[in-house]
């Protein structure tokens, strides 16, 4: 951008400036040096939170005092500010009473100021000019994620933390461009560094950040690298953006070229001086006059500013035909006590004066927290008829359905003989008169053995043959093949072995081998049990389930969460076998329908903090903000597919309802010691801290201000 000239031809002699970083949260103060072409940060003070404007006043003061003696003979400052607090005008018109607030009572004067991310930027590139990274600014209440792309700074996002770094991330990452859409779209490596937080404490936010499955997410193309840079980084970039501004309208130095990727805008960046910090343009007479220059040096394209367009404030000192005159105010630095009688007594009074009628002082109190906690069971319930709402620990949800499939393979369990019936010839004997025909599969049988006649067979009666005075019974008989009824070696039995026909007397029908029986074997093999096959659609089943639980749980989005309901419907059930079958291994191939129901978990929270509103103890109220809830759904042994469940530990804390403003109204105007008791005796704090404004006020002062310079708050 263009810079006035903010120094003579001649002065670039080292001077020494004061930097104030602010955030909505938190300042910081630096004290650096600038040498045409080096700027070196000499001291830097703790990074302090402040409540409301005022506060940062004190707090201000309180980081200038920490930056030592050699800072208090400067009163010249730049801003950092963050990108939130300027547009491409200038400071916003809401923070600008801020920066009029600490610049007249801390009575210093503007140099200007510079965008903190837009710096950070400039740090990062100058060694690495075609620089590819996320940086990862992460403090205490707010996160702040910056892309640099091929040296450019492309976008920059802001969220609030949640105590979760990577959901944090990913939130900021979603409000650039939807996770679902991201194709390795960022760079793999992550700079993390903070004002306020520990190093202990961003060493446990990296591990957080590289433990993280980003490649589900397909953000970037491999799992990110992080590295944390030093707690002073944001301060060392805003000085070094600030001496190269000032290098620059010295014509010591000349901008950084940054590389633009295609659709990326140029925009002007650096130290926005003095007169633009406010709104305020220069004339051209007023640069002329700046720079050692005639006017006719400056572009005719600055306008005039008309005197009573501008801003009632305090303009930077350069502008002398201005002639505004600065408001009373204190000073961050020690006053050293000056001349004598007189003056002595009026500066004396003066102080008196000042500090019995402009003193503030915050009371900041800490309230003892309770921890709450309760077990909920949430139904998620898939029909619109079903009535939601704390009363029912219910939820409205939707299903949806998916396709699974997957083949298994078991070996077969049961067991089954095999083999070969023994066979051979018999004699059948008729020892009757009649003939007898015998059917095919009439049983004979030797003890437990039994046989069986291969065909119909036919016996002769029986005859009797007269010799002399003697008779002579001839029995009929016929030859048969027959065969052992079971198989194996027992029924292998030898000739001439009397056998029983079926139920028949011996004296009336009979039988014997004519010929051994052979060929009896048997052997034991395996084959496809009923119950293997009830196993392995069991097990299919249970594994279907299982994938359906992880792909629905990948499938998930921010904020909606899916569940299997536990109602799996096979379509396609195919055997490589039938039961009875021999074989050694089964083969199930299954494809089946799973339910999953779909609910929004941002639901929960309102539920949870209406079901724990009975656990509160009288007097305290329920901190939304410091609620923690860890839930798992769940689905029931019931065959109705609404039957899920989200159980939830829920914990909150609750703090005590004390009213601020009867507090304020208590104290006010009452001695510190009577302060303390009182505060002392409120069985719902933890401590409290009492803290001026002027700070070096309390020196003097034995009591709180009345209540209309009184702050009671309870952060």
Not at 49 to 60: F, G, I, M, N, R
Not at 74 to 101: A, N
Not at 303 to 328: G, M, N, R, Y
Not at 414 to 429: D, M, N, R, W
Request: glycine share 6%; with cysteine; charged share 20%.
């Amino acid at each position: 951008m263009d810079l006035p000239n903010l120094f003579k031809s001649n002065s670039s002699a080292p001077t020494s400036f004061l930097a104030l970083l602010i955030s909505d949260h938190f300042v910081q103060a630096g004290l650096w040096l600038f040498e045409a072409g080096s700027n070196r940060l000499l001291e830097k003070s703790a990074t302090h939170s402040y409540l409301d404007d005022q506060d940062c006043v004190v707090q201000a003061d309180r980081c200038l005092q920490e930056l030592g003696k050699v800072s208090e003979g400067l009163d010249e400052v730049v801003f950092g500010l963050e990108p939130s607090w300027v547009s491409d005008t200038g400071v916003l018109d809401i923070k600008k009473p801020l920066l009029k607030q600490l610049t007249q009572e801390l009575s210093l004067t503007a140099v200007g100021f510079v965008v903190t991310s837009e710096s950070l930027h400039h740090l990062l590139i100058k060694t690495q000019t075609q620089l590819s990274v996320l940086v990862l600014q992460s403090e205490s209440t707010q996160l702040r994620l910056s892309f640099i792309r091929q040296g450019a700074l492309i976008k920059s996002e802001m969220v609030g933390k949640s105590g979760d770094v990577v959901a944090d991330l990913l939130e900021a990452l979603a409000r650039w461009t939807p996770l679902e859409e991201l194709a390795a779209a960022y760079p793999s490596r992550i700079l993390l560094f903070s004002q306020q937080l520990t190093n202990e404490e961003l060493v446990a936010e990296e591990q957080l950040i590289l433990a993280h499955d980003w490649l589900s997410f397909k953000i970037f193309l491999h799992p990110p690298v992080v590295e944390i840079l030093g707690s002073s980084m944001l301060m060392e970039a805003v000085i070094q953006e600030s001496g190269r501004a000032m290098a620059i309208s010295l014509g010591k130095d000349s901008p950084i070229d940054e590389p633009r990727p295609e659709g990326v805008e140029e925009k002007a960046v650096g130290l926005v001086t003095k007169a633009s910090l406010f709104g305020v343009q220069l004339t051209p007479s007023q640069l002329a006059s700046l720079q050692g220059g005639s006017q006719s040096s400056v572009s005719n394209s600055v306008p005039e500013v008309a005197l009573s367009d501008q801003l009632t404030f305090d303009q930077p000192h350069f502008i002398d035909d201005l002639e505004l005159t600065p408001h009373k105010k204190y000073s961050h630095r020690r006053f050293v006590l000056a001349g004598v009688g007189l003056g002595l007594i009026l500066s004396l009074v003066g102080g008196y004066f000042y500090l019995n009628t402009m003193t503030r002082a915050i009371v900041s109190v800490q309230l003892k927290t309770v921890p709450v906690t309760k077990q909920i069971i949430i139904s998620l319930l898939t029909t619109t008829e079903a009535a939601t709402g704390a009363a029912n620990l219910s939820l409205p949800a939707q299903t949806i359905s998916k396709d699974f499939e997957k083949t298994k393979t078991i070996p077969t369990t049961g067991i089954k003989k095999v083999g070969e019936k023994a066979k051979g010839t018999a004699i059948l004997f008729n020892k009757t008169t009649s003939v007898k025909t015998f059917a095919s599969g009439t049983q004979l049988s030797s003890g437990s053995l039994i046989f069986t006649l291969d065909q119909e067979v036919v016996v002769a009666s029986a005859s009797v043959t007269t010799t002399g005075a003697s008779e002579t019974k001839n029995f009929g008989q016929s030859d048969v093949a027959i065969t052992a009824s079971l198989i194996g070696t027992d029924s292998n039995i030898a000739k001439d072995l009397e056998l029983k026909i079926a139920s028949f007397d011996s004296g009336t029908y009979a039988a014997q081998t004519k010929t051994a029986l052979t060929g009896g074997a048997s052997r034991e093999v395996r084959v496809v049990a009923a119950a293997d096959q009830a196993s392995l659609l069991a097990q299919l089943r249970a594994d279907i389930q299982a994938e359906a639980t992880t792909t629905f749980r990948k499938d998930s989005e921010v904020a909606t969460y899916t569940v299997p309901s536990g109602q799996l419907t096979a379509k396609e059930t195919v055997y490589s076998a039938k039961i009875g079958e021999e074989v050694g291994d089964l083969t199930l191939r299954l494809v089946a329908a799973v339910e999953g129901v779909v609910y929004q978990t941002k639901q929960i929270e309102p539920l949870s903090l209406q079901a724990l509103a009975d656990q509160v103890p009288a007097g305290y109220e329920l901190q939304p903000d410091k609620l923690e809830i860890k839930s798992e759904a769940k689905a029931s042994d019931s065959t109705a597919s609404s039957q899920v469940f989200v159980v939830a530990d829920v914990t909150a804390l609750a703090r005590p309802q004390l009213n601020l403003d009867e507090l304020k109204n208590q104290l006010a105007g009452k001695s510190l010691s009577e302060v303390e008791a009182t505060l002392r005796s409120q069985a719902t704090l933890n401590g409290f801290a009492i803290t001026f404004s002027p700070g070096f006020s309390r020196w003097f002062l034995s009591k709180l201000p009345p209540s209309s310079r009184l702050m009671v708050s309870a952060p």
